[in-house]
């Protein structure tokens, strides 16, 4: 039952793209979309471009997500139309026990719990950073690391590499050039199609890659209410622990008749 919100959200997506009659389908590549163009050493500028394509792009994507535990993932990123979005992320809290999504809404960033009683916590009134604990990092691909992107002030390293593969369009690696400061993005691996769509990313905390993409909706709905308390954490959670039995009571004992 741990999992059925996040099927449903996996159907409503399908549902959605059935219903539209516009399902855009990830196109074979061909050897255009796949050339890598490599205009100089430094991709700076071309993945600029991208990301400033991808800040406006609104889409419903599903991708696969491996962490190297040989059991794929998928995740569900929706940009919508308002600029509201939501990022479903299997098995992304607790040690990979428990199923999390994430969302931004005028209201602010929420982390919503997609268990058996969906619930969201808000977690950021202002700006697009889940604090580090309760941070299951996906989402950071789709939203969060974009303007580090377009920032040529940033202190990252980019060059054109070889598309990963099976990724469409073009890759670029990122690496950090500030030693010792914390790095505005992680290092690694990130495709984009030409109209700034991610297909592929390769990062330390796995491989994602595009399945399929279709219109955006008008906005998105948080899955469950917004409760208070503490959003899930990372890290497993304390095993449960039952309180030993009551000892049993003694009878007092009869004195001399």
Not at 51 to 62: H, M, N, P, T, V
Not at 107 to 117: I, K, M, P
Not at 211 to 227: N, S, Y
Request: with cysteine; aromatic share 6%; charged share 15%.
């Amino acid at each position: 039952m741990r999992r059925f919100a996040f099927v449903i959200t996996l159907l409503a997506l399908g549902l959605t793209a059935a219903c539209s009659g516009d399902t855009q389908e990830a196109a074979p590549s061909s050897p255009a979309a796949s050339a890598v163009s490599v205009p100089s050493a430094d991709g700076s500028d071309a993945l600029a471009g991208l990301a400033a394509l991808a800040l406006d792009r609104r889409y419903a994507a599903l991708y696969t997500w491996e962490v190297g535990d040989g059991q794929p993932r998928n995740v569900i990123a929706t940009v919508a139309a308002d600029g509201t979005w939501r990022v479903d992320i299997p098995r992304g809290a607790q040690a990979g026990t428990a199923d999390v999504s994430v969302v931004r809404t005028a209201a602010g960033l929420h982390q919503c719990s997609l268990g058996l009683a969906p619930s969201c916590v808000l977690v950021a009134e202002r700006g697009d950073k889940v604090p580090g604990k309760y941070d299951p990092r996906v989402q950071r691909l789709f939203r969060q690391w974009l303007p580090a992107f377009t920032d040529r002030h940033e202190a990252l390293a980019v060059s054109a590499v070889q598309p990963l593969d099976g990724a469409q369009g073009s890759c670029y690696s990122v690496d950090s050039v500030a030693a010792g400061l914390d790095a505005p993005v992680d290092v690694g691996i990130y495709c984009y199609a030409p109209d700034g769509l991610l297909t592929a990313a390769r990062v330390n905390f796995g491989v994602l890659k595009l399945v399929k993409h279709i219109d955006a909706p008008p906005t998105v709905q948080l899955p469950g209410p917004v409760v208070s308390g503490l959003p899930l954490g990372m890290d497993a959670p304390p095993p449960v622990t039952q309180a030993p039995p009551p000892l049993p009571q003694l009878q007092p004992s009869a004195g001399p008749s």
